[in-house]
């Protein structure tokens, strides 16, 4: 989700990604973390991505991306929400300035339907699932070629096989297999990218009062900080996931104390917040695990 403008929480002033560009070198403004949604009465915090990264090394110049929750009340977030819903589904992250690209796969993050897919051409081999994606102004116009996909699932079992592919990523291009998931081993967040990236490593279920989080046993680094990276999972999200495999007397199940092979797929880098290092999980259909 992203936003034209965020609350800087070192200036005390709503701006845009490119004001908090100058602001940054300046100094003004202290960390891309130090963010917030602008929406009256609403705290989700907000990291402008790509912030801290010389501009010789940024793929996209800085841009801002919600890494929490919205309050119940924001209006930013119902505006959101009714996009949404214009724009097919929220486990869709790629739109049509995604345009094909031949021999590469794409994130397919759809729950698992009840229906009976109808035929939809050559999906090309061991993809998953076939994603119609625009070709452009070619001598194909008018016409839609099967973008290759899999699911999350899939593609990790693809990474643990050592097979080789190319990832397609929403409005960056491309990324090999290997390079696409990050194992979790002492890093500095400064090291670690933006964008969308599979992180992975032994990891802990823990039941909370309203909900469950997942802790690993690697740490991270931030300036002198050097905690156990986490994510948080809510009871609601799990209610209204259509993955049965995340439903709550599963995750009660996984709680046992004993470390699985956690895998997350986040939008963002780690980020640090109120002392304490998060890996932000948009819903189970980002997350799986091996025992």
Not at 16 to 29: K, M, P, S, V
Not at 105 to 131: A, H, W, Y
């Amino acid at each position: 989700m992203k936003l034209e403008k965020a609350f800087a929480e070192d200036i005390k002033l709503r701006i845009t990604a490119e004001e908090a560009d100058r602001q940054f070198l300046t100094g003004d403004i202290k960390s891309k973390f130090n963010f917030r949604c602008p929406g009256e009465h609403c705290s989700a915090p907000v990291t402008c991505a790509n912030l801290d990264r010389p501009k010789n090394k940024r793929k996209r110049d800085p841009y801002y991306k919600v890494v929490g929750e919205h309050s119940p009340d924001c209006d930013i977030a119902k505006d959101i929400e009714k996009q949404k819903k214009r724009t097919n589904s929220k486990t869709d992250i790629y739109s049509d300035s995604d345009e094909y690209t031949d021999n590469a796969i794409r994130l397919n993050l759809q729950p698992p339907s009840t229906k009976r897919p109808e035929p939809t051409g050559d999906t090309q081999g061991d993809s998953d699932t076939g994603v119609k994606a625009r070709l452009g102004n070619t001598e194909e116009s008018g016409k839609r070629k099967i973008q290759r996909s899999k699911t999350l699932s899939s593609l990790i079992d693809a990474f643990l096989a050592h097979e080789s592919h190319t990832i397609q990523l929403p409005e960056i291009g491309v990324i090999n297999i290997r390079d696409f998931f990050v194992e979790i081993n002492g890093q500095d967040l400064s090291e670690l990218e933006d964008e969308f990236r599979i992180y992975y490593g032994k990891a802990w279920f823990n039941k909370k009062e309203n909900g469950y989080s997942i802790v690993f046993d690697k740490t991270l680094t931030s300036a002198e900080i050097t905690k156990r990276p986490s994510i948080y999972m809510p009871l609601d999200k799990l209610v209204e996931s259509g993955f049965k495999r995340f439903k709550v007397n599963e995750l009660e199940r996984l709680a046992d104390k004993k470390p699985k092979t956690v895998f997350i797929l986040s939008q963002a880098g780690p980020q640090l917040r109120n002392g304490y290092i998060n890996i932000w999980c948009d819903g189970p259909e980002y997350l799986d695990y091996r025992l």
